[in-house]
């Protein structure tokens, strides 16, 4: 078939690459560059973690853990890097549930253990949940091997190729994975996408030593915060959906508020970490209601909005469902109204 991919961040990638290697005819429109920092796919890293309080993300998280390997081993480049995630819930009950069910390994920990082995500030915390299937994916590098991966499977990648309409888009299937610009894109072809782009902030710490760092993700008073590794630069923080609604084609810059926040919060949990930033930096999330992804088939085009800032580690997994769904759209009968 004859398939194009609107959208070259991290999904539209992978879905082309998907696409390429099972020997379809495949072109993919960037607005920008491969690689640009205008939306959700750039910077050094992304968590990437199996942990999940709900079975079928962890089930999700799984298959894309051995699709990483496989593109690991296909390009002999490193993409993972497994130090270990601690998740810091209110009541990590349902969470060890789902990861027993699921067969993920896990560890509990008490604070002062935590402290101990990480310096994490959590000694007021009795139940920590460590899983060392998990650590960073490398962004930046993700995105240079799935395209180059994508190009030597035979898929054209356009860049500087922005799309108005999908009306003008050639193709059996169409793939659109625009991100913060996909709302706006799909209403073109008359679908709605409940989802809203937001600019959220991070910020980058130095790390005090050179000791294995684990990344964190921490639920306090009611608000969620992370910290990962950033290879060459230290660690970097967010506070989750914290962003205003924007507008992606605008450059907004770091809501310096958010970043005190952030740095009030590496203060209190991340003794190992020096909580003054020394650089903070945009990117867009594009959330739904309640975090799900929307991943459905309406005739020729196929929506691919994994978001709400939690995809980048699904991106293998994602890149294979969506390609699934191209070829269903290729080969439904065509209606009157097509």
Not at 44 to 69: C, D, G, N, V
């Amino acid at each position: 078939m004859r398939a194009t991919v609107v959208g070259g961040g991290v999904m539209g990638l992978a879905a082309t690459r998907a696409l390429a290697r099972r020997g379809h005819d495949v072109v993919l429109y960037e607005q920008f560059e491969i690689g640009h920092t205008r939306g959700s796919s750039h910077g050094t890293s992304r968590i990437f973690r199996l942990s999940y309080p709900e079975r079928p993300w962890i089930e999700l998280a799984q298959r894309a853990f051995k699709l990483w390997r496989e593109l690991e081993e296909e390009t002999q480049t490193t993409l993972l890097e497994l130090d270990g995630l601690v998740d810091a819930d209110p009541d990590p009950d349902t969470r060890l549930a789902a990861l027993r069910e699921c067969g993920v390994a896990y560890e509990e920990l008490t604070g002062t253990e935590a402290r101990e082995r990480y310096g994490l500030g959590y000694d007021d915390v009795d139940r920590l949940v460590f899983t060392p299937d998990a650590g960073i994916s490398l962004a930046a590098e993700t995105v240079r091997q799935l395209a180059a991966s994508a190009r030597a499977a035979g898929a054209e990648l356009r860049e500087n190729a922005p799309v108005e309409s999908l009306d003008d888009v050639e193709g059996d299937a169409v793939v659109v994975t625009a991100g913060g610009w996909e709302p706006g894109l799909l209403a073109t072809a008359g679908i709605e996408l409940a989802a809203r782009p937001a600019r959220e902030t991070v910020a980058y710490f130095a790390l005090r030593n050179d000791g294995m760092f684990p990344s964190v993700i921490d639920w306090l008073g009611g608000e969620q915060f992370y910290a990962l590794r950033a290879p060459g630069v230290g660690v970097k923080a967010g506070w989750h959906q914290s962003g205003a609604p924007a507008d992606p084609d605008e450059e907004g810059a770091p809501d310096l508020g958010i970043v005190d926040v952030v740095s009030s919060w590496v203060a209190r949990r991340l003794p190992v970490v020096d909580p003054e930033p020394i650089a903070s930096e945009t990117c867009i999330y594009t959330n739904t209601s309640d975090d799900r992804f929307v991943c459905e088939l309406h005739g020729r085009i196929v929506v691919g909005s994994p978001c709400s800032g939690h995809g980048f580690k699904f991106a293998p997994a994602v890149g294979e469902q969506l390609a699934d769904l191209a070829e269903h759209a290729a080969n439904r009968p065509r209606t009157a109204a097509g």
